[in-house]
């Protein structure tokens, strides 16, 4: 078991930029249908709209600023003396605009765009159209790299090796509503890792964490951070 520390991710991190998280109050999924927005069905019944949608969530993340808690995540990466990976659900880019290197999107990212027929990625322009084409192979195919439901997340190999190599795991603003993400924290157990849950409210795997911390992210988080990195 390395001295690594696993950190997951997800909407609640972002929430106190403005971004808003999915399943609260007035969250995305109380607001938007996810089967029209979020699948890859959705997005062949009504490209425009999924379109629309993708470029709103980019323009309010252009206009958003990372919050302490991104920054705090950020110091641990610089600071501590073993290996720090984020894995993070959101497609924001604020863990990266706050300074860290190291951040892996098991759910995509708004930054990028993808060509459904040959696979070509690009960086997205603020806004993606319908006609929009290939700037490889020409076709009117593209679409926001972020992974719907239905998809396999990315990165999953990675992930899997560092959580069957941390020595500490927590989950940050994240429900534990959606797999695979949700199971990390019973993988990382399996580990023989300590685990944390950082959060708002306890999540729907609550029960598997060792230690919780409740209240906002800005808060919790750097007093978490702080804590790790006093010296012993
Ligand atoms: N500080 C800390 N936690 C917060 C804050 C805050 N300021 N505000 C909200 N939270 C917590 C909520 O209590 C909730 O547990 O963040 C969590 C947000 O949960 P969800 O809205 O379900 O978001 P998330 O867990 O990231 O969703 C996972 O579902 O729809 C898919 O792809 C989407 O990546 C997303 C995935």
Known sequence: M???IVILTGAGIS???GLGTFRDENGLWTRYDLEEVATPEG???NPDFVHDFYNARRANCAGAEPNAAHAALARLEREYPGEVV??????DDLHERAGAARVIHMHGALSGALCAACGHRWPAPPAMQTADTCPACAAMA??????WFGEIPYHMDAIMGHLASCSRF??????GEVYPAAGFVQLA?????????????PSSVVS?????????????VPGWVSDILAPV
């Open 170 to 175: 927590a989950a940050i603003g994240t429900s």
């Open 43 to 45: 997005f062949a019944r």
């Open 2 to 4: 390395d001295d690594k």
């Open 208 to 220: 598997t964490f060792a230690e919780t911390r409740y209240g906002p992210a800005t808060k919790v």
């Open 142 to 147: 593209t679409r926001p790299d972020v992974v």
């Open 86 to 91: 984020i894995v993070t659900q959101n497609v």
């Open 189 to 201: 157990t399996e580990t023989g890792a300590h685990t944390v849950e950082l959060n708002l409210e």
């Open 15 to 17: 929430a106190e930029s």
